[in-house]
């Protein structure tokens, strides 16, 4: 909503960057305090001049410089203007941020900058923080807060809330209320709405539920995301080795990792690695594609080599010339098609108990024949029509069609081989299906040409 | 957890199988009880035969069967299991359901289907359910269930915890207590833990905070996916246009649309309707490939129709039959590498406060003159190779490095000025910049032979 009133008003964004350089504090206090963080952080990425950013960052106020930061799209940048303030600065953010978010931008910095703000933390804090950087970036340790409630399954559900209170002060957003036995193992939950409804005296482990997920601290983000969509969970805990509840990722954290999963998904079956942030640099942007346009320059030579070997063919027929590249551009989008498809099959298939993996490669290469021979139709005209040939209607009609059923066929299979061994199917699939098909329509188109009109 | 256990499992499936046929109810209960609807709706899909289907969900209880059809994966598929139903169980079921996910299922049978259950139902849900089902599916209206906790703000904590345990109750998963002044207008939230933590005797109206943000019932479920991941919100309120507080939406339902988003934006960018399910049959997916095919088919061999104006230049250097598609597979590629990229950041675009487009697409530009200079120096060795003519080679370097930059320009300016006119760019994008980078391939490599080499 707020967000809104400023919608498209370069003048605001014109008028804090003034205010900024001319260091009046209070007016930035009093427009900005009524914003959200994450509006906020949209303001400060439209200054677009880090002087100015951390001109802002310094006169807010520490509890919302600090989630401004924290909600900033760019982590990186989050980082670079964390380390553009003083460490004490620094540092003060840091402690006003809960674990995981602080601990996300404190990864962002250089080890030396780390070490300078970490210096000026609290001991305990340190460490702590220290401890959840072991974790890896894209695991759930790496998601997780250590910030929850929790309390012993003895006490009564009264007591409970006494406790909830007391714990809860320093919490955020808990929602859900963790049980644990004395040695600190998880054995349930009870939703914080469920324990204010129940009876005061019922005791709390009466009233928990086995946990209808849990995970260690290993295990991939995106699988974290599955659980939560999967059963609809506002928070999951994640337990030790032994079982003992180390922490909670909540649903906002998935809510990121979902849209960052899903750049990732998009860019990466465009072939754009995903090191490339959407508002990288020109040189960032070459750095990440241009591998692959390089890869993709040896294979598509190597399809077109080809053609080479059909000369005869092309100069007899020049209608092929034109025929040719129709012919291969369309194996490659229905092989694009087949391909997006199986893709979302194989994210969104949670289906434990069966296996119909080819059943829809059988249903790809179906599509392409029906596809194919419609197509192939239209593609014969056309070419009969240029060359007055006949034969010449034959030949691409099988071509198209056969290349059709090639497209369905590389489409569904490469990506379920790719990810049965384990292989990321969105990196790699594209380049294999489209040297299939310009290889095939190629080779089709020309081959029988030489075979039956020559 | 539970899914893990019989993961791989086709023998479970296979046993649930023969015990609905042999009517063995107290075994699928027992076998049953202790799974998530989630799990129940995965093994229901599994068993993939309507009338084993139908005999699980009338062996279950009726709040496990109701969870299972709302858990299940394809609503459409739900909706022809309910219509195989009795219309007594098939209310009986629908009552179990929360409003919203009882309005889906429901929006998912023929009228006559429909008429037949609501009849069943108690007058007053039969209504309720009819007013939910007048939104549109993919609206706020459409996702929000009117099941919440709202409290008078002149209430003490203590008062509004006792209300909270009456109408919670009846509620699932409410996590915010909204606050409405006597008329029923929204005038703030307050997180259920801090009203739990509070002092008993505050007012909640001193308590609650005004929304961050809320939507009315007609506006995209994108739109409140996108704010509710912007604020980190677990719920979000649906108003009317005066104000007062129809009903929320939870953070579970957005990471249904999130996912379902995610599929329709993935498809539409390889040309895939989002009407084919990816699960669909081979029929449904011809009727939404085919008219997408016919249409590259069109803008295919228009581009290729270049190539018969220059059959003179391929008569002399054959070399060039080779180079065209290359040339024009590489713009295809790079095109998408933009076009991935500018969608992502148009629809990650939250940026209230600037507009960088321009920016954008010369950056974009810029990409492709550096990456076309790269490849275009190895094709044009290639060419030379090929042909011993070293002028072929600055013709393969010049079109080349042209065509990258039109490919970066056709990539980012393409979807921009698609989705200013308000059209999704997802959908027409990549036909526009194929056709662009195809046609100035062919153009520009085989115009430049035969300026320069004939």
Redesign the interface.
Known sequence: ?S??K?????A??DEVAQRVTSGDRPWLEESLAEL?P??VA??L??L?DTELQVGLLRALPAELASETLAEM?EAEDAGDLLAALAPQKGAELIQELQDDDAADLIAELEPSERELILAELPAEEAEELKDLLLYGEETAGGLMTTALVSIESSLTADQA?QE??RQ??A?E???TVFVVDREGRLVGTV???DL??SDPDKAVGDLAEP????VLTDVDQEEVGRL?????L?SIPVLSDQGVLLGRIT??D???V??AE??E???R????QDE?E??G??AE??RS??P???L??VT??L???V??VF?EA??RY??L??????I???G???G??S???T???LT?S??????DAWTAVR??V??GL??GA??GT??AV?GVT?AGEPLLGVVVLLAMWANLAVAGFAGAFVPTLLSRFGVDPAVASSVFV?TFT?LCG?FLLLGLATKLLL
């Open positions: 909503m967000a809104d400023h919608k498209g008003q370069q605001f964004v959200h994450s509006d949209d303001l990425e439209s677009d799209e809330i909830v209170r809860g002060r919490v957003d808990f929602y939703p914080l709405d204010v409804i946990p209808v997920a849990s939560m969509g999967h059963y609809n506002v649903f906002d998935v809510l990121d979902m849209e899903q750049t998904d998009i860019l079956l465009a072939g754009v490339e959407v508002r640099t020109w942007s070459v594609r241009l692959w346009l390089f993709n320059l598509a030579s399809a077109a080599s053609i080479l000369e092309i100069d020049f209608a010339a034109f025929l040719m590249p129709v291969a551009a369309m490659g989008n229905a694009t098609q391909l997006a498809v893709l979302r099959r969104l949670d289906h434990a108990f069966s296996d249903k790809e179906a599509v029906i596809n419609a197509l239209l593609a056309l240029l489209h310009d190629f």
